[in-house]
């Protein structure tokens, strides 16, 4: 199974800035900082009841680096909301001082509402555990060398950076495990679905639906290019 591409670290820092309406790049997590600075960002924005999330640059050197240069600010934390960078711990309390901090920070969606934008957000979408380049469980890497097998042209969100994510999916979509796809906004199936059909006659069903439900999105996506 070929390895998944490189993906240009501009491109996958757009995308980790633009997973969720309020993210936070900062040293450790929410529930344990790693640095004074970066618990003093958690603990605003925990003030001011909004919903957000994160990521850790120190588990990954080259997001720590990348986004200095990305984003022309050369320290952490730093907080985006709606794709935009608002600043670091400074400009985050001086917003909050002057008052236009609850303003600025993007209205709570519910749940569901989030989900459905996700599922949605491109026709056929992964949700796993880290990323193509670098999946964080053997489930999710086979999922990925299958799809590539494919040549799929797909999206996936980390649920290792979103427990509310994480743990909602699991309802919405009545199904327990990770990682889960969706082809046009419909739950096909986790990997024993997708990549199970080997020696069985369920998964072989499952296997011609999953390519069926593909084929149906290269037809879509065909007809979308003719009429543009």
């Known amino acids: 199974m070929p390895p998944a591409p490189k ?3 501009n491109d996958r820092l757009k995308r980790l800035i633009d997973s969720a309406p309020c993210m936070v790049f900062m040293k450790g997590t929410p529930e344990e900082p790693r640095c004074g600075f970066s618990r003093q960002m958690v603990g605003i924005l925990k003030e001011e009841n909004v919903k957000f999330s994160s990521f850790d640059i120190l588990a990954d050197e080259e997001v720590r680096q ?12 730093q907080l985006y909301v709606n794709g935009e960078l608002v600043g670091g711990l400074d400009i985050v309390k001086e917003m909050k001082e002057s008052g236009d901090l609850g303003s600025a920070l993007p209205k709570s969606k519910p749940l569901e509402e989030r989900l459905k934008e996700l599922i949605n957000m491109h026709p056929v ?19 990925v060398a299958l799809l590539n097998e494919e040549e799929t042209n797909y999206k996936t969100f980390d649920i290792l950076q979103d427990q509310e994510v994480r743990q909602g999916l699991k309802t919405y979509s009545n199904w327990p495990t ?4 969706y082809v046009n906004g419909e739950l096909v199936g986790g990997l024993d679905r997708v990549g199970g059909w080997t020696g069985y006659s369920q998964g072989k069903y499952a296997y011609f639906q999953f390519q069926y439900s593909l084929l149906s999105y290269d037809i879509i996506y065909c007809m979308s290019l003719i009429i543009s």
């Open 66 to 77: 990348g986004l200095k240069t990305y984003s022309n600010w050369p320290t952490y934390p």
């Open 178 to 181: 990770y990682p889960q796809l």
């Open 7 to 9: 993906e240009d670290i």
């Open 125 to 143: 979408v992964l949700f796993m555990k880290g990323s193509p380049q670098e999946p964080r469980c053997g489930f999710s890497k086979t999922m």
